[in-house]
């Protein structure tokens, strides 16, 4: 088979699929690879017919199309499928060629096969695309990392198909060395687990807070849509309130109350933990996700538990409908500033150089949290590359200091109402807790020595020295080592 193609892909799914007539549509050869051969058939004689695709029956065959450098792209199941394909792959390539992984993986496989590859002297990239079948067709956000010098060989592809913003800037560019790429589209996910739950928040305050039939909060996030709020989720929970069965039923209201989730949430949360970075809006987003999974327990404590005995009244809708929106607001600016914490926390723990202005730009267009509220993000770090939290940034701490007085006061209501808000809570929490120059750790730190010798800082000594107390007089001067996250 004469090398022809400027590009491979092995997995023909919905995302594969999608992502190389996207491909072939900019211009480029594709050869394509399925473990299933009949659907390499099936496509071949369908959506890729006429077109410039070149159908492979085997791995041998689609790396043997391929000009060199080669560039194999899998969209395969995340973990072992991935490595099974690597390892059919290698034995057909060449120094220099480049392996790409756009599935959803966990980072630290991609930094586990960025070095594995680059030892046999090939290349890796592992990438995060995001957009889901329409992004993948018409231009997603790409996420890339590995092998630096495998980038200059796929740049021009991965622009070309990726979504763009207004001037034409393309939601794609190098994030950083190994697993630096899955690890920003991980954090991506996160994100959009706690904008979404934050939405379902809303949702859940109008609905049984306020009375407020689908139709009406239909317009209310079509009206959010047209301001700082405007992004691909509020535009979809606008069209998905107002969506009709045949029988003129709401589609939202026959739909079970139980979330699903494909872990790349918890994947964040969990790395959040290891590197001691409060995520705590993420986190609330995974474990509402898994409290609403509790369908049969939340249905018999119903009959069972009691919420408040006398339920306040709201007054003023239209009021606390703008009281409802602020409260996202300020709750998603912290979700992103969190998000941007574990990113910072990350690129010193695995020395990644990252552009955290341009990371935005990347979730500008064709991603699933794509939004006009980036921008403001861009901004910031493009005015101070060095913000240590996205909430110092002057545009963020006056949109705080405004949105302030309904955050609390949705909470509150929220509380009293008994309707939970975890995320909204969580996140006011956490402003809380940042902007306190004092907390009652120094309390906490006293109970650990007390009861383990763990020894605590003084506030009349320099940071770094450690003392214990011999708080019974019977415990002496042994110590225990001290643990900081």
Known sequence: ?????????????????????????????????????????????????????????SIAELVASLKRPRKVMLMVKAGAPVDDFIEQIIPHLEPGDIIIDGGNSHFPDSIRRTYYLESKGFLFIGTGVSGGEEGALKG????????PAAWPHVKPIFQAISAKVDDGTPCCDWVGNDGAGHFVKMVHNGIEYGDMQLICECYQLMKEGLGMSNEEMHHVFAAWNEGELRSYLIEITRDILSHREKGRKHT????????????????????ALDLGVPMTMVSEAVFSRCLSALKHERVAAARILKGPAKRKTI????????????????????????????MREAAREYRWDMNYGG????????????????????????????LSNLLLDSYFKKVMKDCQESWRKVVATAALLGIPVPSMSSSLAFYDGYRHAWLPANL????????????????????????????TGRGGDTASSTYLA
């Open 1 to 57: 088979m004469p090398a022809s193609a400027d590009f491979g892909l092995v997995g023909l799914a919905v995302m594969g699929e999608n992502l190389v007539l996207n491909i072939e549509s900019r211009g480029y050869t594709v050869a394509v690879y399925n473990r299933t051969v009949a659907k390499v058939d099936e496509f071949m004689n369908g959506r890729a017919r006429g077109k410039k695709f070149v159908g492979a029956h």
């Open 140 to 147: 997603p956000s790409i996420m890339p990392g590995g092998s």
């Open 252 to 271: 939202v209201d026959v739909i079970l109350d139980t979330a699903g989730q494909k872990g790349t949430g918890k994947w964040t949360s969990v790395s």
């Open 315 to 342: 007054i003023g809708k239209k009021q606390f409908v703008e009281d409802i929106r602020k409260a996202m607001y300020a709750s998603k600016i912290v979700s992103y500033a969190q998000g941007y914490m574990l």
């Open 359 to 386: 990371i935005a730009l990347l979730w500008r267009g064709g991603c699933i949290i794509r939004s006009e509220f980036l921008g403001k993000i861009k901004l910031a770090y493009d005015k101070n590359p060095a």
């Open 444 to 471: 906490l730190q006293a109970q650990r020595d007390y009861f383990g010798a763990h020894q605590y800082e003084r506030v009349d000594r320099a940071r770094g020295e450690f003392f214990h107390t011999n708080w």
